[in-house]
């Protein structure tokens, strides 16, 4: 059965953080994203919610501390 033109691809648009930007700071983040380098290769893995989470509430925290 063909998928609903009117639903969005799940996979069309990445859940991601990333810039283009990729270099670990003295701290261990990401210039570019604010990730940690675990987080950066945990991120396919981790499911949406995890995903949003980081991205909502924790990596924008980061980005205001520096």
Known sequence: MP???CEP??????LTPCVGVCRLD???FCI???RTG???ARWRS???DERM??????L???KGSQ
């Not at 691809?9 to 990445?14: K, S």
């Open 46 to 48: 981790m499911g949406d």
């Open 32 to 34: 570019g994203c604010q």
């Open 38 to 40: 675990e987080e950066i």
């Open 53 to 58: 989470h980081l991205m909502r509430a924790v």
């Open 26 to 28: 003295e701290h261990g």
């Open 60 to 62: 924008p925290l980061r």
């Open 3 to 5: 998928s609903d033109p």
């Open 9 to 14: 691809a799940v996979d069309a648009l990445p």
